[in-house]
């Protein structure tokens, strides 16, 4: 094979492990062509073509994200990951473990880690690299890597949710929620909530966003059920679709242009959080994006037809 081919084949699970790691389509997408250009300007064919690879998109993404850590530090409102409508990495083998670290309640707990313990727990839990493997990538011994791995095993073990889900009842739910969406049906997305429910939405002060986030079924419905009625008297629509290998939708305004995501975290039979990214700078990978303050103003400006 030629080194384009090798390194086409092998595109997508740099991409997966980047994007793990930096929890930005775009940064991923850039530290893959990082990658692309080392091998090509190597002068020699490595022994293994993929560990030579994944080492180097591995250090890349670490130091990416080390000086994103001060961007985010200073983001404004709450911090999500850029939405990934879809994987490219597919393993039969290790598929819930691909679709679990992918979701943003993951990659948002993968925030906790240093740059270090999440590429290290990226490579072993979620693709499976041998500790050898790892330790050459992150360029530590396999000792340390093992110590890394424990540590940041801890921190994900003691964020994640007691019980989980099946994927068979999430579509359904989710499906239900929209239906209820659609309707402005207060009763009816009430009942798909947890009680402790919250809604949160990602703007980096570049798009209308919540001031806070809203907590409390009943609080939460309410909401909803009497936003997207404006919403779509201004011939805003939006598609379900994954989101973070989550259950979620696509919202765009009249001429087709994205103007939000919008990821549900289904757990024990119910929605236990709504994330919803609006920042036009996370969007761009998804479609032309909506002009979101045009269309807050808009909805500001509906008013319900007199009976």
Known sequence: MSKVEEFEELRPLL????????????????????????????????TSTKAFLSAAVTRISIDVLRSARVRREEYVGPWFPEPLLADPYEDP???????????????LLLERLSPLERAVFVLREVFGFGFDEVAAAVGRSEAACRQL????????????????????????????FFDALREGDVAGLQELL?????????????????????IGAANVARLLASVFPRMAR??????????????????????????????????????????????????GHVGPVADAWAIHREV????????
Do not use: C
Request: cysteine-free; proline content about 5%.
């Open 15 to 46: 991409f997966s492990i980047a994007y793990r790691i930096l929890g930005s389509v775009g940064e991923a997408e850039d530290a893959v062509q990082e990658t692309w250009l080392r091998f090509d300007g190597s002068a020699t064919r490595p």
């Open 93 to 107: 083998a290790r598929s819930v473990e691909l679709a679990d670290s992918v979701s943003m309640a993951a990659l």
């Open 149 to 176: 791995l424990v540590r940041a095993r801890r921190h994900m073990e003691a964020g994640r949710p007691r019980f989980e889900t099946v994927r068979k009842e999430q579509e359904e739910l989710a499906s239900r």
């Open 194 to 214: 947890a009680a402790d429910v919250s809604m949160v939405g990602d703007g980096g002060g570049k798009a209308p966003q919540l001031a806070r986030a809203v």
């Open 234 to 283: 201004i011939d805003v629509t939006f598609e379900p679709h994954e989101v973070n290998g989550q259950p979620g939708a696509i919202f765009r305004d009249r001429d087709g242009k994205v103007l939000h995501t919008l990821a549900l975290d289904v757990l024990d039979g119910q929605i236990q959080t709504i994330r919803s990214v609006i920042n036009p700078d996370k969007l």
């Open 300 to 307: 500001r400006q509906a008013r319900r037809p007199t009976e």
